[in-house]
């Protein structure tokens, strides 16, 4: 299992990582002397564990929340927050090179200061870094212990030495980058988001494994910054998981952007040779070898569930799917419940917030909240983004639910072309017959803004045909959904009914 170490920010002196491990990971941090018995104690600080903490804690509990690394997690440390603020000065690069078409002008030659980028990135993890700081956990009540938690029976665990009693406990322990079994891989050594983060010189030769969002996002982003960039999926499009137009735009947008994007390929082997690593690659049968200077790997998670000593704590798991939770959240020990990837198949920091706040209410107040009921939304933060929640087709269509579909491309929406960014669609599906969604899918570059208004109508039950009278602000790109609301209300003009206006008219 890997543990990583809290960096050492005095080798950079960089004030950025300064700050937030003494937010996340204080040097000289003493764990309490822990309560005699806790309401509930957590283990693991991402996303999941703050928010159960915070919450249990401001309700009254006796809570402990134990950390072997940095608090915040993988979001604040090395997932969403470094991501997105790294892809928001590709954005930037990307508006730059096309900034002809908008009638301005920039050198023929953009550089990106590829150590500015990432040092503005520190900063703004520095700032956010102060919502998961230490200081403001002591001061809600929480107790914070930094060790390697483990279970010594079902109902109490150890930390660095002391022993924790619990009435409840939160698994939240998150997941880790899975190491794809490529021969000479480990021994050339490559990057995964765990320390992707840390680089401060621009690759300029890149291989990025994998065609997952982490995949996908990193590598436009380090394409803008000026990496010659390879993507190898082993699949025949990205992000399997959506859409295939969608996924089809994708591929669109990288080769524009410069990517050389191979499809259908499978890395066999890696080897170093001159200085530079040597990648073996299967298409379809036919073998090629890429030279590049770093590889990174974007090919799925695995859940933490090792070396915490669950069975003796009597709680069931599964290595590849983490800690089994029924729709309560708890697990096979009734004390017990996990949240966050650790357990669930949507691995997102929503879904770690969503999970943490269903376990306090049904771990500490008798609550009955089902993991089920989440109407959960992701975006994927390429350009165009990618964004879906509920039903794809597919799935309603296993489920023998009849399915209608209103598409609005993006070229049709008046905002989408006056900012020349055409590349994409609004998709909703219905239940056929009806104005209830079902699902939809979202490609244009503000995607995950305009997923949460179709999210807020799954949830609050609103269907198409109220949506059509909610006026958007004109010229929006969201006006997308109005305009496919309107194409469902005008199939409610059936011949029949028409004919009764034209008589009404008349
Ligand atoms: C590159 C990248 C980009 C991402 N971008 C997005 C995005 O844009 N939007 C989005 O919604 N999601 C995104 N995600 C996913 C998101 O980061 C995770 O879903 C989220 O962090 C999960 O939170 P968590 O609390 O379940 O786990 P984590 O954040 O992984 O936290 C688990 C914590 O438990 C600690 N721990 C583990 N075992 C033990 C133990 N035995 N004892 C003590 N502590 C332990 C770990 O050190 C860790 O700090 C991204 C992920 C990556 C990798």
């Known amino acids: 299992m890997t543990q990583r170490n809290p960096p050492d920010p005095t080798a950079t002196q960089d004030a950025g990582d300064i700050e937030r491990l003494a937010n996340v990971h204080p040097a000289r941090w003493r764990n309490p002397t822990p309560a005699d018995h806790y309401a509930l104690v957590v283990i693991g600080a991402g996303t999941a564990g703050l928010v159960a903490a915070h919450a249990a804690a401001a309700?009254?509990?006796?809570?402990?929340?134990?950390?072997?690394?940095l608090l915040g997690g993988d979001c604040l440390n090395v997932g969403c927050v470094p991501s997105k603020a790294i892809?928001?000065?590709?954005?930037?690069?990307?508006?730059?090179?096309?900034?002809g078409q908008y009638g301005a002008q920039t050198p023929a030659d953009i550089r990106v200061d590829f150590a500015a980028v990432m040092q503005r990135m520190r900063g703004i993890r520095a700032r956010i870094s102060r919502v998961d700081s230490v200081q403001r956990?002591?001061?809600?009540?929480?107790?914070?212990?930094?060790?390697?938690?483990?279970?010594?029976?079902?109902?109490?665990?150890?930390?660095?030495?002391?022993?924790?009693?619990?009435?409840?406990?939160?698994?939240?322990?998150?997941?880790?980058?899975d190491t794809p079994a490529i021969p000479g891989l480990v021994e050339a050594g490559f990057l995964t988001n765990e320390n992707v983060f840390d680089l401060t010189e621009l690759p300029r030769r890149l291989l990025v494994i994998g065609g997952g969002p982490l995949?996908?996002?990193?590598?436009?982003?380090?394409?803008?910054?000026?990496?010659?960039?390879?993507?190898?999926?082993?699949?025949?499009?990205?992000?399997?998981?959506e859409e295939r137009d969608a996924a089809q735009l994708l591929s669109d947008a990288f080769v524009r952007d410069g990517i050389e994007v191979r499809l259908n390929t499978t890395a066999v082997n890696v080897r170093v040779a001159g200085g530079q690593k040597l990648v073996d690659l299967v298409s379809e049968g036919h073998e090629s070898t890429v030279a590049v200077d770093a590889i990174l790997t974007?090919?799925?998670?695995?859940?933490?569930?090792?070396?915490?000593?669950?069975?003796?704590?009597?709680?069931?798991?599964?290595?590849?799917?983490?800690?089994?939770?029924?729709?309560?959240?708890r697990t096979s020990n009734?004390?017990?419940?996990?949240?966050?990837?650790?357990?669930?198949?949507?691995?997102?920091?929503?879904?770690?917030?969503?999970?943490?706040?269903?376990?306090?209410?049904?771990?500490?107040?008798?609550?009955?909240?089902?993991?089920?009921?989440?109407?959960?939304?992701?975006?994927?933060?390429?350009?165009?983004?990618?964004?879906?929640?509920g039903l794809y087709v597919r799935q309603a269509r296993e489920r023998g639910i009849p399915v209608k579909t209103f598409t609005v491309p993006m070229h049709e929406v008046d905002r989408a072309i006056a900012?020349?960014?055409?590349?994409?669609?609004?998709?909703?599906?219905?239940?056929?017959?009806?104005?209830?969604?079902?699902?939809?899918?979202?490609?244009?570059?503000?995607?995950g803004e305009m997923i949460n208004e179709i999210s807020l109508a799954m949830v609050a039950g609103i269907g198409l045909r109220t949506l059509a009278r909610v006026i958007h602000a004109y010229p929006t790109q969201a006006e997308g959904i109005k305009k496919a609301a309107d194409a469902y209300n005008r199939t409610r003009l059936t011949p029949a009914v028409r004919s009764l206006l034209r008589r009404w008219l008349r």
Not at 59 to 66: M, Q, R, S, T, Y
Not at 154 to 167: E, H, I, N, Q, Y
Not at 299 to 326: F, H, K, M, Q, S
């Open 59 to 69: 309700l009254g509990a006796k809570v402990a929340l134990i950390e072997r690394n």
């Open 87 to 99: 892809i928001r000065t590709s954005h930037l690069y990307a508006d730059m090179r096309d900034a």
């Open 137 to 177: 956990l002591v001061a809600a009540g929480v107790d914070v212990f930094f060790g390697q938690a483990r279970f010594g029976a079902s109902d109490w665990l150890t930390v660095d030495g002391a022993k924790l009693r619990f009435r409840k406990a939160l698994i939240a322990t998150g997941a880790r980058p």
């Open 215 to 241: 995949g996908c996002e990193l590598a436009q982003a380090f394409c803008r910054f000026g990496a010659q960039t390879t993507i190898a999926q082993r699949w025949p499009l990205f992000l399997p998981r």
């Open 298 to 329: 974007g090919t799925g998670r695995v859940p933490n569930v090792d070396g915490l000593d669950l069975e003796i704590a009597g709680v069931e798991y599964d290595t590849t799917t983490g800690v089994r939770v029924d729709d309560f959240l």
């Open 334 to 389: 009734p004390r017990i419940y996990a949240a966050g990837d650790a357990c669930l198949q949507d691995k997102f920091t929503h879904t770690a917030d969503a999970s943490a706040r269903i376990v306090v209410q049904n771990a500490l107040f008798l609550g009955r909240q089902r993991l089920s009921a989440l109407t959960i939304p992701w975006c994927t933060y390429t350009d165009p983004a990618i964004a879906h929640v």
């Open 419 to 447: 900012d020349s960014e055409e590349a994409g669609f609004v998709k909703i599906h219905v239940r056929e017959r009806t104005d209830r969604i079902l699902g939809a899918t979202v490609v244009a570059r503000h995607a």
